[in-house]
Every structure is written in C-alpha cells, then in structure tokens.
C-alpha cells in the first residue's frame, strides 16, 4: 500500500522574500519534501522561498517551468525599490524557465512535484493544481479525497472539491460536497 505524500503549500505576501528565502528551517523543509518525492508548491512572492533550495547539487528551480510575482505587478504595486529582490528576476538568475500570464490574471504551472503560481488571487489555481497532484500520486478520484495533511504558514482556500485549511502545523482537507 501506498503512503499517503502530505504536500507542502507556502502562500504568498511580501514576508516570504524577507523571513524564508534564506531559512535554513524553511529551505531544510523543502528539500526534506522533494527529496522524500512529495509536491511543493509556493505563490505570489512564496516562489521566493525556492532560492537557496538545491536538489541533486541543483538549484530546486534550474530548467523548470515557473512562476511567481512579476517584476511588473511589483511595479504596479509600488514596492519594486522596497522589496530585497524580484521574485522573477531570482527565478530567471537561477536559471528556471519563467512564465508569466498579464499581470492579476490566474497563472499556475506544475512541473513535476513543483507547483507555483504568479499571484495571490491564484492561490486556488495552484491549491487546485496540488490537489490533483497528489490525487493522481494516489490513484484515487478527486471525490475520494477524505483527509489529507497540509503543511502551510497560514491560508485558507475553497476548491470546487475540497476546502483547505491550511496552517503552521499542517490541518486537513475534507470534501466539501459529497461525492
């Protein structure tokens, strides 16, 4: 029988670009996940947190498809000369094969077990994205979702299947209709 693969979801707001991207707790996490082939999955500023991440020697990010807070909703928000540095242009250094959708449109990319999304109004997008990930890990119907664990710092969202409430120490993701 197959084990049950937790993702872990980091959601979005400035904080992550000054308080995670150089965690040693938080990178550690990280690399324990997608080294133990779980999904991780990060949006709007979170992609920050993947920055000093290495798998296999690599950056967690190099040749993958992703994405993340662009340069241009951080200009359009005013923060461009505020922030310690642009998720994309950090993306883009690290050799990850960014994309972008036009500025406040839903936008997120799965590559392999990485999931990210571009801003904060698509943190349902890419829920939505991790859920059926780790649906499909476990060959089971989206409906057959009963309890799954998160790992978040603090989020909630509601997809068409589950409700997901997310916090520091994980919680649970239950149906929100019956199947």
Not at 45 to 56: E, F, G, N, Q, S
Not at 106 to 125: K, N
């Amino acid at each position: 029988m197959r084990r049950h693969r937790p993702p872990l979801f980091y959601p979005g707001g400035h904080g992550p670009l000054w308080d995670l991207a150089d965690d040693a707790s938080s990178i550690a996490l990280i690399e324990a996940f997608y080294g133990a082939g779980k999904p991780v999955s990060a949006v709007c500023h979170a992609p920050a947190v993947l920055r000093r991440v290495v798998i296999d020697g690599e950056p967690i990010v190099k040749g993958r498809r992703v994405t993340g807070f662009s340069n241009s909703e951080e200009a359009a928000v005013g923060l461009i000369d505020v922030v310690p540095f642009l998720v994309e242009d950090e993306l883009v250094r690290l050799s990850g094969c960014y994309e972008k959708s036009p500025d406040w449109q839903s936008f997120a990319l799965v590559d392999g077990r990485l999931v990210t999304g571009q801003d904060p109004d698509w943190s349902e997008a890419a829920a939505e994205q991790l859920l059926s990930w780790s649906v499909s890990a476990r060959h089971a119907p989206a409906s057959a979702v009963s309890h799954r664990r998160c790992i978040s710092a603090g989020f909630t969202c509601s997809l068409g299947v589950a409700t997901c409430q997310l916090w520091p120490y994980g919680s649970t993701i239950r149906p929100a209709r019956s199947p």
